[in-house]
């Protein structure tokens, strides 16, 4: 299994431009989620999904959107980025043994 | 889920056994203590989790008081690849999914 990847590993964007961070895995988990990790921070949750064509937001949503139309895919959308979207962005997704979570290698995302 | 405290950092020596604490005084009866870690640069990893009894397995082991009011998570031999930051986290089991992660330990593991 590849678990769960992430792609791109870095990202610089200009501001208001758009993008997709794209994460997938290959465990056939239900639920997936994204984080954002500030310098010095822990995680905080954006959105979630418990299942293909079920969302919701977590803690910080604003600014972002994401769809599930899949089991294995879980896209994140930065509609217009800004300065405070710089940032390491983590997917991740629950199952296993324990039901705990295993996480992405992370995007690291700058925008000028 | 309930809140945590963890110290900000704390050092070790190699083939030490490294405590790390965790005080979650307002734990309630469903909620589970989970600890990940996060070495640097990478996706937080899962280490563990328990609801009372102490839980141990290949990775470490987790001590949780009579009251559940705090827990210890204990790696037996440190290691310089066991530096990283550690995260002792509350939630309630069932179909609860977040993980509120806080600031976490930041363990250094000294030759």
């Known amino acids: 299994n590849a678990g769960v990847t992430q792609t791109p590993k870095f990202q610089v964007l200009k501001t208001g431009q758009s993008m997709t961070l794209q994460c997938a895995q290959d465990m056939n988990h239900e639920y997936m989620s994204w984080y954002r990790q500030d310098p010095g921070m822990g995680l905080r949750l954006i959105h979630y999904?418990?299942?293909?064509?079920?969302?919701d937001q977590g803690e910080v949503p604003n600014g972002y959107n994401v769809s599930r139309s899949t089991t294995e895919d879980f896209p994140l959308r930065l509609l217009s980025a800004a300065p405070s979207q710089t940032s390491v962005y983590f997917c991740?997704?629950?199952?296993?043994?324990?039901?705990?979570?295993?996480f992405g290698p992370g995007t690291r995302l700058t925008v000028l | 889920d309930a809140k945590t405290t963890q110290p900000t950092s704390m050092d070790c020596a190699e083939g030490r056994a490294a405590n790390l604490p965790c005080n979650h005084s307002t734990i309630s009866g469903n909620e589970y203590v989970y600890w990940y870690r996060q070495i640097h640069s990478q996706g937080p990893q899962y280490i563990i989790h328990g609801l009372k009894n102490n839980e141990t397995n290949e990775m470490a082991s987790l001590i949780i008081t009579e009251d559940r009011k705090s827990s210890t998570l204990i790696l037996p031999h440190a290691t310089l690849r066991d530096t990283a930051v550690y995260y002792c986290i509350v939630r309630a089991g069932g179909s609860n999914y977040k993980l509120t992660f806080g600031k976490g330990t930041l363990l250094t593991v000294n030759p």
């Open positions: 999904s418990v299942g293909a064509g079920i969302t």
């Open positions: 991740a997704s629950r199952g296993g043994s324990y039901n705990e979570q295993f």
